[in-house]
Structures are given as structure tokens and as C-alpha cells.
């Protein structure tokens, strides 16, 4: 039996949250996010090509029948940005949900906490299911849900640098203490850390670049898809705890006897 | 013929006297685009875009979903 991940008026079966950002082609991307079984897909908001020769855009790739669209406020410092940012994505998308995303500087891409707080309060007094991007701090974590938000997202690591999950004991005390979904995001390079965050007890993965820069983003996607289900799965299973010295796997009775030492 | 001069993502744009929102968006050729478009930092509701009607001035921004994480 798999239960489904629910949050505000969302139900998903994947727990893979795939960006859409960074692959060469809209071709590719279509054959990533069916491997990885996701159920929603990330975007930004960006200004309308106005030089003429802009045809398709995104959503002539994404099945919304398929997938659920979830925008971002990727882009912005300020919580201003952010509230503006998610304004227009509902208009352009008439949904209320959002990954806020208020960023502190350009070089590290890490979230501000005082900012994301801010526009989450805001956003979440507007009616907006806000999921809000964060750093990996447990109480930044708590206060992010006391503004409202319906989903924690704490980064593993800096966007796109694929080093994975840095603290996992952040991770674990952030998920002990929720009492709203936690999804990890942002940092995943390989299976093995989606895997990770998902026996660590987290509701849902969000990753982007781990797949879309892969070699063979198509066979990634893949993995990531595994590994979550795997990690999941472990997660569940109740793992053994971790213990200084050997237990024998094989009987210790009945052993032949020992040569003479 | 009158004019009305506005600017569309800070570039600038001429439209007749008493253009709406949705005749900007057709000079554009956006006009089945999905898009969201602001008026001096308010949002403009697509119910509204075929009655409001722009000002000198104004300053529009349109957006639109782009690949993102």
C-alpha cells in the first residue's frame, strides 16, 4: 500500500517534485519528467519574449492533465518580488499554490529567512498554499509553518551545486518537529540522495538540475525515481538501529568444531 | 489619429487612442498567449483585459511560464 502525499488540496503518488528548468531541449524534458513519475513540475515567471520569434513557450510541453504545475518565485531578494512574483503566477496559471523562494545573494543562492518569513506571512493571509523554500534550519522551519505555510521545503544543499544532503541531522530534527509536510530541496546530485532524505522521513524530494545536467538526463530521472521509492520504502520498513559491534547473521549453534588454535 | 504611448516590459510601445489591455497584448501578437499582465504594478484580471483601457504612460509588464526549478 503506498499513501499518498497530501498537502492543502494536493494528492500526489510521486513524491518527486522535478524542476523544468536547464534541459537542452523541451523534448528531452518531456522524457525526463515521464521516467522520473513525478505528478507536479516546477516553473518561473519570466517576462514575455517580446522580440518576436518567442512560439512555444513551457506549458505547450507540460500535460497539465498529467501534471500539476507548481510555480516558483525563483529570482527573488526581496519578499516584495516574491508576493509580486506569486501574484502574477496565479493569475497566469489560476492556482493558488506557490514555491516561495526569496533569495539572499546571487553567488550562494541561499535563502533569506527573514524575507522568505515575511512574504509567506503575506502570502498565506492572500489564500495562497505557500511551500516555502528554506535553509535547513529547524526553527526557521517551525516559524515558516506558524506564517502559514502548508509545505517546508529546507534546501540540502546550495540549488544546483549537487552536493546533497549536508546536514542530515538538521534534516531529522526538522522533520521531527513538523507538523507540516517536509519536502527536501534543492542540492540533490544523485539517486543515492534522494534516497537518503527519503529514509530520513521526509514527505517529498524537489530536484532540478540532478537530472536536467545529467549526461543521460532520461536515465537519471530514472534513478531518482527508484531511489525514491526505495528510500520511501526503507523509511517505512522501520530501519534496524545502528550498533557498535557484529550480530551474527548465522546460527552460533551446531558450528563445527573448531580447529585447534 | 490619437496615440496613447505606454511601455511593455520597458520597451516602448504606441497604441491607439483608448487601446485596452487586450488590443496591447494582439499588437504584440500574445493575443492567445498565456500570459499575466500588470499595469502600474496591479494586476489586470484577463476577465478585464478586453474593457480597460490604457493611459499615457503606463507602464505594463507581461509575463509569461518559463522552465524553472
Partial sequence: ?261 | MPAVFVTVNDRPLELADGATVADMLGALGLAKAVVAVERNREIVPRARHASERLAEGDRLEVVTLVGGG
Avoid at chain 1, 539517486?191 to 538540475?209: I, P, Q, R, Y
Wanted: with cysteine.
Fill in chain 1, 1 to 261: 500500500m503506498t499513501e499518498k502525499l497530501k498537502f492543502g488540496p494536493y494528492e500526489f503518488t510521486s513524491r518527486l517534485f522535478v524542476g523544468t528548468g536547464k534541459y537542452t531541449t523541451n523534448e528531452l524534458m518531456v522524457e525526463a519528467l515521464a521516467a522520473s513519475g513525478t505528478e507536479a513540475v516546477t516553473v518561473a515567471v519570466r517576462r514575455v519574449d517580446l522580440s518576436g520569434k518567442s512560439g512555444k513557450t513551457i506549458l505547450d510541453f507540460i500535460d497539465r492533465r498529467k501534471y500539476t504545475i507548481l510555480p516558483n518565485t525563483a529570482g527573488c531578494f526581496t519578499a516584495e518580488d516574491a508576493v509580486r512574483v506569486a501574484r502574477l503566477s496565479r493569475e497566469v496559471l489560476s492556482t493558488d499554490w506557490v514555491k516561495l523562494e526569496v533569495l539572499g545573494d546571487q553567488q550562494t543562492l541561499l535563502p533569506d529567512p527573514v524575507g522568505t518569513l515575511s512574504a509567506c506571512e503575506q502570502l498565506a493571509k492572500e489564500g495562497f498554499c505557500v511551500l516555502a523554500y528554506t535553509s535547513d534550519d529547524p526553527i526557521v522551519a517551525k516559524r515558516l509553518e506558524a506564517a502559514g505555510a502548508k509545505a517546508v521545503m529546507p534546501a540540502g544543499s546550495p540549488i544546483g551545486s549537487g552536493q546533497g544532503i549536508l546536514n542530515p541531522t538538521n534534516i531529522r530534527i526538522i522533520l521531527e518537529r513538523a507538523a507540516v509536510p517536509i519536502i527536501v530541496d534543492a542540492g540533490v546530485g544523485t539517486a543515492s540522495d534522494v534516497a537518503l532524505a527519503f529514509e530520513l522521513g521526509a514527505e517529498g524530494v524537489l530536484l532540478n538540475t540532478g537530472i536536467a545536467l545529467a549526461k543521460d538526463p532520461v536515465r537519471m530521472a530514472r534513478a531518482m525515481k527508484a531511489a525514491a521509492e526505495a528510500g520511501r520504502d526503507a523509511f517505512l520498513s522501520g530501519r534496524i538501529p545502528r550498533k557498535l559491534y557484529a550480530s551474527a547473521s548465522s546460527p552460533l549453534e551446531g558450528v563445527i568444531a573448531p580447529a585447534k588454535q
